[in-house]
């Protein structure tokens, strides 16, 4: 009997979101969500709700709310609605996302870009409504998503200002899933954010710790023999 | 026959919404609504949807985007998630209003506050729940609301502090509808954003332009004849 090769992605062989797409899936709790920029200055649009209940959704607001800061990295965590942690960040190497900002529509182009920038255009909410259609989230419920690796700049005056991303080749951002969730992850079709072109985005996931344990591959699991 | 006394509130006689209470009302496009602070440094929170599809609501994100700055004033548009304008502000006496916190919650209490402050403490969040409710809106549809007058600063490390507000008694934010909305509007009951203390929030609602005209109460009617 053939043997069913294991095809889920890898440090290794990491899956690839091609530029200007996105793609939606189930983590579980304890999961590690492994976000990779492979080119460098290339945006990623995270949103995630309850697997249990998608009323439940990752919120910008509660998040600045409980972490008194606009900048996340190492440690933070990400709260739904609800008040529940949805996420803890792990290993940042870029230190630079964005909370504030909705993903790019249709309307972005239309009125942040030049004239005809918009007809036919892709878009981070297109792509994360085409990722979360078949778990049956509407495009309503898409709220201000979790912009990785994105460079927004407040000034004194409160004035925003949309850099080049920081981010180099192979930087990642590593979220823990702390309950089951529903993720959509694009890598952001909007030029004037990832400094004037469009690149993939990789991602793979790892297990959780108590999944590596039952493998025996945990430094953790072999020290507490 | 006796004539019905029109109660509608008016500048010289606003609807008070007592300490750590709200309300909802409905709003027609082209009615201004005005906030204001009668004792000086009190926020209010306001959310809105759409009266005819309350799957669209009051964007943070979208807001942001548009207008590229964190700080709302008079001229800036007011934003749905399906990017239509909401409202447009006109008078703004304060010039400090927040779009990046949320309405406090009971978590609010427990999570930020000192130990015990949570039990049966009001919330904005609360208010507004059992404000929208007789419109049929859920508790999960709540997102990051505009707190009028709320004074939040971030520092050059994006970290967020909360000032006391700005506002002097008797100074106002002008909000005109550019739909036919549903407002939820509170007076705030989160100590630290209102330097202490509880107080009232009053408003009231100034007709359409065309209603001004045709009751021959406005200026420009008067000059086109």
């Keep these: 009997m053939t043997q069913i090769p294991d095809l889920r992605p890898t440090e290794q062989r990491p899956a ?8 939606g899936f189930r983590l579980s709790r304890g999961e590690t969500l492994v976000v990779i920029d492979p080119m460098g200055e290339q945006v990623a ?23 008194e800061t606009i900048y996340l990295t190492s440690g933070h965590k990400l709260y739904s609605n609800r008040s529940r942690v949805m996420f ?15 993903p790019c529509s249709p309307e972005t182009f239309e009125l942040l870009y030049p004239p005809g920038t918009a007809e036919g255009h892709p ?26 690796f994105m460079n927004v700049l407040v000034d004194a005056s409160g004035r925003l200002h949309i850099g080049p991303p920081v981010s180099r080749p192979g ?6 899933a702390e309950m089951d ?18 690149k993939p985005i990789d991602f793979y996931v790892l297990p959780a710790k108590e ?15």
């Design 16 to 23: 690839r979101i091609a530029p200007q797409s996105g793609t």
């Design 45 to 67: 649009d995270l949103m995630a709700f309850a697997a249990d209940e998608p009323a439940e959704w990752l919120s910008s607001g509660r998040t600045f709310d409980y972490n």
């Design 88 to 102: 803890t960040l792990l290993r940042d190497d870029v230190g630079r996302h964005d909370f504030l900002l909705t």
């Design 123 to 148: 878009s981070c909410f297109g792509n994360l409504v085409a990722a979360f259609a078949p778990f049956g989230i509407q495009p309503d419920q898409i709220p201000t998503t979790l912009n990785i």
């Design 171 to 176: 930087q990642r951002l590593e979220l823990r």
């Design 181 to 198: 969730l529903i993720v959509g992850l694009t890598a952001c079709s909007a030029e004037g954010s990832n400094n004037g072109t469009f």
């Design 211 to 225: 999944d590596q344990s039952r493998l025996g591959g945990t430094q953790d699991r072999k020290h507490s023999h």
